[in-house]
């Protein structure tokens, strides 16, 4: 074999969101850190569908003349490569097919991880016995790893999340969007992530509707974070899919979101179905984030440095930094909490901003 390596290859691509998706990335690259092998990656493997691609819509126009329901895309397409440099850190899967065709590599089968949903109590080593298994009975070198298909992804980051953010990193995609930047470049910046989109009541997956969250309960904590922050100004995104470009409530009726906040205290600006690759930049790189029951909430609470205020869900935060993870309900012992590290975020944003100045 001539010491060619070892490697891991994975053709499961789900057209589903960015947490479904990296979840499946997850899984490779945990084996990968695992064993010391390297990931065979190709950028089709996380290409999804988007409103532009004739593929897409020649579909959707075809489920609709059998009297089919047709599906929604969350217009992803091919944002995740942009978003994560991936390929700078992994091999090419075009090279490594080639030397499987060639007979210089060995492909060996894995079996399926034992991962289920929820997974806050995951506990890797029971997970992934059986795949370790397997990869310690093949010592050798030339092997090729393969994942199988129709399986659930790994989303739970504590021992790879260094990883996924050097790619993150490395990508650019840590700066705050500059169209989106704050007239005023000493504004606190509050991203607010509200899932809604095809959980909206006629939609795709309103029977799902239960992760949705109140406007009350955002307002709830915004009211706390403006109280905090004194004479700050601050500037709140509202990131969210609605309708037609339009927010919507938990009940599917049309909001603005100026109309809920005190104009005298805040600027807000709402991301209603705006591309998405600024969109969770915004998320990722705000002072604070309000997150949702949402995978894109929860990839981007776990990249992120910043304070974050994220309703408690399927998966857990551990391996972030400065999460809170809140109840539906919310008490006074959480408020002051919220209180605390509002403090916090605002007290590293002025210091930052004051190195910036000087």
Not at 51 to 57: N, S, V
Not at 63 to 69: A, G, S
Not at 142 to 152: A, E, I, S, Y
Not at 231 to 256: A, M, Q
Request: glycine share 6%; proline share 4%; with cysteine.
């Amino acid at each position: 074999m001539n010491e060619l390596g070892r490697f891991l290859v994975d053709y499961e691509n789900p057209d589903a969101g960015i947490g479904h998706s990296l979840g499946h990335v997850n899984n490779a690259i945990k084996i990968c850190l695992r064993h010391d092998l390297q990931f065979a990656y190709s950028e089709s493997q996380v290409l999804k569908s988007s409103k532009d691609q004739w593929g897409w819509r020649l579909r959707q126009w075809i489920r609709r003349l059998t009297l089919r329901q047709v599906y929604e895309t969350h217009d992803i397409g091919n944002d995740i490569n942009t978003l994560f440099a991936f390929a700078q850190h992994t091999k090419d899967r075009d090279w490594v097919e080639h030397l499987l065709q060639k007979g210089q590599l060995k492909l060996v089968l894995l079996p399926e991880t034992k991962i289920s949903i929820p997974s806050n109590a995951q506990d890797d080593e029971a997970a992934y016995e059986a795949v370790d298994a397997v990869i310690h009975a093949h010592p050798e070198d030339g092997v090729v790893f393969r994942l199988p298909d129709k399986r659930t992804g790994d989303f739970e980051y504590q021992s790879s999340l260094s990883w996924f953010r050097r790619c993150y990193e490395a990508s650019g995609s840590n700066k705050f969007p500059e169209q989106y930047a704050p007239a005023q470049s000493d504004a606190l910046k509050v991203a607010i992530h509200i899932r809604r989109g095809d959980l909206l009541p006629g939609r795709q997956f309103d029977d799902l509707a239960k992760r949705m969250l109140p406007d009350a309960w955002y307002q709830c904590i915004l009211s706390q974070i403006l109280d905090r922050c004194g004479e700050k100004h601050i500037v709140v995104y509202v990131v969210s899919e609605g309708l037609d470009g339009h927010y919507c409530s938990e009940k599917g009726l049309v909001v603005d979101w100026n109309d809920l906040l005190p104009k005298n205290r805040c600027t807000v600006v709402e991301l209603i179905d705006k591309p998405f690759v600024p969109s969770f930049r915004v998320l990722v790189s705000a002072d604070i984030l309000i997150g949702s029951k949402s995978g894109m909430t929860h990839l981007a609470g776990m990249l992120g440095g910043h304070i974050k205020f994220v309703p408690r869900m399927w998966h857990s935060y551990r391996g972030a930094s400065s999460v809170l993870e809140l109840d539906e309900e919310i008490d006074a012992q959480t408020m002051t909490e919220v209180a605390r590290l509002t403090d916090t975020a605002c007290r590293l944003h002025s210091l930052h901003h004051a190195n910036r100045s000087s």
